[in-house]
């Protein structure tokens, strides 16, 4: 089974800043199955990226993915007051056909 | 516009059974494949089962297997998870979301606790 690690666990940062997620996987994945989710308190998941790099209908540019094999990156490049929550890195196996979730990135205000 | 509207959740005994819905509507119900996930209180997300548009493909992560069972009626364009022998583990909020990859769209879950 594949494991997701998500670091760091807290990012604290100011509106304006540049913020770099982190996504390291046990093993190597096809960039094609992983994905990039936001979750504000008392909100469902929102879907931002997937196939590693692909923005989801109506995330603004702001937001980019890149990464292949073990280590993906969630990029935001100018923080807006609205993008402070949590992200988590989803990637689907299928040996076992499955869904695994890092543990989650918190993006919080400094 | 999509919806999914998940119900069913409440307050339930260790060793209890629970079944939770998620009511679908805006799309073509039968043509996509549907998840459950749970986010214990404070935690991250784990998903809990999948099942394709006619229920051809049924899959479960160890957590769940035996316990759980997911289904659906395309005619009501309804998904269900039948939740058996629960334990204060599986307390959450659980979601419905649409798709097999990725998951684009979510309801706005319901909770189950699981507490004597």
């Known amino acids: 089974e594949i494991v997701l690690t998500q670091s760091p666990g807290t990012l604290s940062l100011s509106p304006g800043e540049r913020a770099t997620l982190s996504c390291r996987a046990s093993?190597?994945?096809?960039?094609?199955?992983l994905a990039w989710y936001q979750q504000k308190p008392g909100q469902p998941p929102r879907l931002l990226m997937y196939g590693a790099s692909s923005r989801a209908t109506g995330i603004p540019d702001r937001f980019s993915g890149s990464g292949s094999g073990t280590d993906f990156t969630l990029t935001i490049s100018r923080l807006e007051p609205e993008d402070f929550a949590v992200y988590y890195c989803v990637q689907y196996g299928s040996s076992p056909p499955g869904y695994t979730f890092g543990q989650g990135t918190k993006l919080e205000i400094k | 516009e999509v919806q999914l509207v998940e119900s069913g959740g409440g307050l339930v005994k260790p060793g209890g059974s629970l079944r939770l819905s998620c009511a679908a509507s805006?799309?073509?119900?039968?043509?996509?494949?549907m998840n459950w996930f749970r986010q214990a209180p404070g935690k991250g997300l784990e998903w809990v089962s999948s099942?394709?548009?006619?229920?051809?493909?049924?899959y479960y992560p160890d957590s769940v297997r035996g316990r759980f069972t997911i289904s659906r009626d395309n005619a009501e364009n309804s998904l269900y998870l039948q939740m058996n022998s629960l334990r204060a583990e599986d307390t959450a909020v659980y979601y419905c979301?649409?798709?097999?990859?990725?998951?684009?769209?979510w309801g706005q879950g319901t909770l189950v606790t699981v507490s004597s």
């Open positions: 099942i394709s548009g006619r229920s051809s493909y049924i």
């Open positions: 093993q190597s994945i096809s960039t094609t199955y």
């Open positions: 805006g799309f073509t119900f039968s043509t996509y494949n």
């Open positions: 979301a649409r798709g097999s990859w990725p998951f684009d769209y």
